[in-house]
């Protein structure tokens, strides 16, 4: 028997930091794309409701929402690194579909991610510091 119970329990059984890597890719790219749909509804706000495109800015320059900037740009950030991961492993060397392979590639595309995310973070969290 399949179905959508059936997946979600395949999504919440751990199976190793490959099951991680690929949980967080899909995570990071449903929250890109959801940010996506965002941005393009409320730049549409423009020409369709200036009233609502100012209002949109103003609720996106309080706290909550710059603390979800912080998450979105490490999601963008993971989501790259991980997909170019995915392309090398793929195109270039399937042979290191292994799993202790992945399992040290997955900790390095964390802490990659990090690392380029970090300094990033930090002027974010700054600007959140001095403008509240």
């Known amino acids: 028997m399949s179905g959508p119970s059936t997946a979600f329990k395949g999504y919440i059984k751990y199976r190793g930091y490959g099951h991680v890597a690929f949980l967080l890719h899909r995570l990071t790219g449903l929250g890109t794309l959801l940010f996506l749909l965002i941005h393009i509804i409320d730049t549409s706000f423009v020409y369709f409701w200036p009233e609502g495109y100012m209002h949109a800015i103003a609720l996106y320059r ?26 090398y492993f793929d195109m270039f060397r ?27 973070a930090l002027i974010m969290v700054r600007n959140i510091l001095v403008h509240h």
């Open 62 to 87: 309080s706290t909550p929402f710059m603390i979800g900037e912080i998450f979105l740009v490490f999601s963008v950030i993971y989501h790259g690194v991980n997909g170019l991961r995915i392309i």
């Open 94 to 120: 399937p042979d290191l579909w292994e799993r202790e392979t992945g399992k040290r590639s997955v900790i390095w595309t964390l802490i990659i991610s990090i690392v380029l995310w970090l300094p990033a």
